[in-house]
């Protein structure tokens, strides 16, 4: 006790004592002891209930005896660190993939072509024009009122919307494509925004819109590899000023893709407009089926995929103990919620709810043999909605740059050519897709540390699976 109290060290401190012959001395730890306590790393052999208890403790003990209150740097330090040695590994980036819902969503437009052609003018043009109301959309289209009040309301999730079931006869194989499919209903409902009484396109409608002009120039390539072409409603667009408007329009949408545009066609030429070739399913899973020993990126695509997953199955019990943790902390000290000491903390609690939002709730109607909802409010689905959303973001990105690394560029990429020759000559004086890559992190810090993170906690899961593994063979 007297090690611990010395002064150079002071991790704890004495505080009172009690009785008169032979009293009772009480400690309590200090700052600098429950800083300490944090960076003890938690044997990952515990169960998850006690290490994640043992951990909002003492995040919580610090919050409220630091001064002044601890940065969101130290306590995301602090998580990082918990995730690693009771998960084995980091899950702080590790919980986006989303792209499988979005596949099916556009596998079932490209097999509708005909009847969703009505629709597809409406998103083309709030592609090239956003923030527009109902009257100019009516303008721009040359479409009734009628047909583009339909359009709106199946394609906007408005505060009142409601989601087609899955009733018993479409259930599918397992529960996993059950809210693969249920999920992509949700997309599809989530093409377009509104905002007062304004409309644009969400995250979904813009790469739907990118999808459809890539497949309009190199044949529909959906899971059943379809040969016909979209016609595209703006047609008289080149499709390279077509990308161009959109990445000018929708710049925070995709940051470090669209608001890197100008720097990103400077080191990609028109190789850039080809690059979103990964959105069509038979190209991504050409550019993901090769291994990294043969120039491709397998092995870091199953990963992440991996590591969603695992990442996910942990965000339930480490959301609940947080914030069970923090309620009962203020309900016996009448703490104010508002206090600057711990709103950070539950900031991050928040963070990890948005994360545990990726999994639907869903619940089986005993009256309708159908799925929904399980006993979500209005408020609830809408932020689920903006959770998935941003949950794209990280992997449209991630993938974006993933897909240079490799050694040839692939023939959808050829073809935004003005000619082979041309396309050859580029390839000669820019190098492969890796050799751009490369330039792009070399000139870039914001890309670099962003992607960097994301492949540093792909290898590192991949470490921590391997000593898992190398302990069954000892």
């Not at 509104?194 to 969400?202: A, C, M, N, R, V």
């Not at 529909?220 to 590899?225: G, H, L, R, Y």
Request: glycine share 4%; with cysteine.
């Amino acid at each position: 006790m007297d090690a611990l109290a010395e002064n150079d060290r002071q991790l704890i401190k004495f505080s009172h004592k009690t009785g008169g012959r032979r009293p009772e001395k009480f400690y309590k730890i200090t700052e600098d002891g429950l800083r300490a306590l944090l960076s003890i790393n938690i044997t990952s052999k515990e169960d998850i209930i006690i290490t994640s208890s043992r951990f909002w403790r003492g995040v919580l003990l610090l919050s409220v005896s630091s001064k002044p209150p601890i940065s969101d740097k130290e306590l995301d330090n602090y998580f990082r660190q918990f995730e690693k040695s009771s998960l084995g590994h980091s899950a702080t980036h590790g919980s986006f993939f989303q792209s499988y819902f979005f596949d099916i969503m556009l596998d079932n437009w490209l097999r509708n072509l005909s009847k969703n052609f009505t629709a597809q003018k409406v998103i083309e043009c709030l592609a090239i024009k956003r923030n527009i109301t109902l009257d100019e959309l009516i303008k721009y289209t040359g479409l009734e009122k009628d047909k583009i009040i339909v359009i709106l309301h199946n394609h906007t999730i408005q505060a009142n919307f409601d989601l087609p079931t899955i009733t018993s006869e479409s259930k599918l194989s397992s529960d996993f494509d059950v809210h693969k499919q249920y999920y992509s209903n949700v997309i599809s409902h989530a093409i377009i925004s509104k905002t007062g009484e304004t409309y644009e396109l969400s995250l979904f409608g813009i790469m739907l819109v990118i999808s459809l002009i890539c497949n309009h120039y190199t044949g529909i390539d959906s899971n059943k590899t379809l040969t016909t072409k979209v016609d595209l409603f703006r047609n008289d667009i080149n499709p390279k000023d077509y990308y161009d408007m959109i990445a000018a329009n929708y710049k925070e949408k995709l940051p470090l893709i669209f608001q890197k545009w100008d720097f990103l066609k400077g080191q990609l030429g028109f190789f850039l407009y080809g690059s979103f070739d990964f959105l069509i399913c038979k190209t991504r899973s050409k550019s993901t089926a090769m291994s990294i020993w043969l120039g491709g990126n397998k092995e870091f695509y199953e990963d992440i995929q991996a590591l969603a997953s695992n990442t996910r199955s942990h965000l339930s019990p480490l959301y609940t103990i947080g914030m069970n943790t923090l309620d009962e902390f203020q309900n016996y000290n009448r703490w104010d919620t508002m206090d600057p000491k711990i709103v950070r903390l539950r900031q991050k609690l928040h963070e990890i709810k948005k994360l545990h939002y990726m999994d639907i709730p869903l619940a089986e109607s005993p009256d309708t043999n159908s799925l929904s909802f399980a006993n979500e409010s209005e408020w609830e689905r809408l932020e689920r909605v903006k959770i998935t959303e941003d949950s794209f973001k990280e992997e449209l990105t991630f993938l974006f740059y993933l897909n240079l690394n490799r050694i040839a560029f692939s023939d959808t990429i050829m073809q935004w050519s003005p000619s082979k020759y041309q396309g050859f000559k580029e390839i000669s004086d820019l190098g492969s897709p890796k050799d751009r890559l490369m330039a792009i992190l070399t000139k870039d810090n914001d890309i670099k540390q962003w992607f960097t993170e994301r492949i540093g906690d792909i290898i590192d899961y991949r470490s921590q699976t391997l000593n898992k593994m190398s302990k069954l063979y000892n």
